[in-house]
């Protein structure tokens, strides 16, 4: 999705090229269009327009994709920083 960043180059997604079979599902859910597939392969083509949803990883059904949520994701980010000026712990969940 051009135009579009959270922070440049910090975004944690990764895919393995040589797991992936090319289903589209990474292409079809992700919602700023990160992704390609041609030749049964996905490839990333937006990486910095990653949002760290997990959408991508949780739909991929060989594991290709790995994306630690936090370091793009505007509602982790959003309630991590709410946890910490109330005073608060515990696990943080995104999206």
């Given at each position: 999705m051009e135009g579009f960043r959270y922070i440049s180059g910090v975004v944690t997604l990764a895919l393995d090229e040589e797991s992936c079979i090319g289903c589209g599902n990474c292409?079809?859910?992700?919602?700023?269009?990160?992704?390609e597939?041609?030749?049964?392969?996905?490839?990333?083509?937006?990486?910095?327009?990653?949002?760290?949803?997990?959408?991508?990883?949780?739909?991929c059904p060989v594991d290709a994709i790995a994306v630690t949520p936090g370091v793009g994701c505007a509602s982790y980010v959003i309630k991590k920083w709410w946890m910490e000026i109330r005073g608060k712990e515990g696990p943080i969940t995104c999206c």
């Open positions: 292409e079809t859910v992700c919602p700023h269009r990160v992704f597939v041609a030749a049964r392969k996905a490839r990333i083509i937006d990486r910095d327009g990653c949002m760290e949803c997990g959408a991508c990883a949780n739909n």
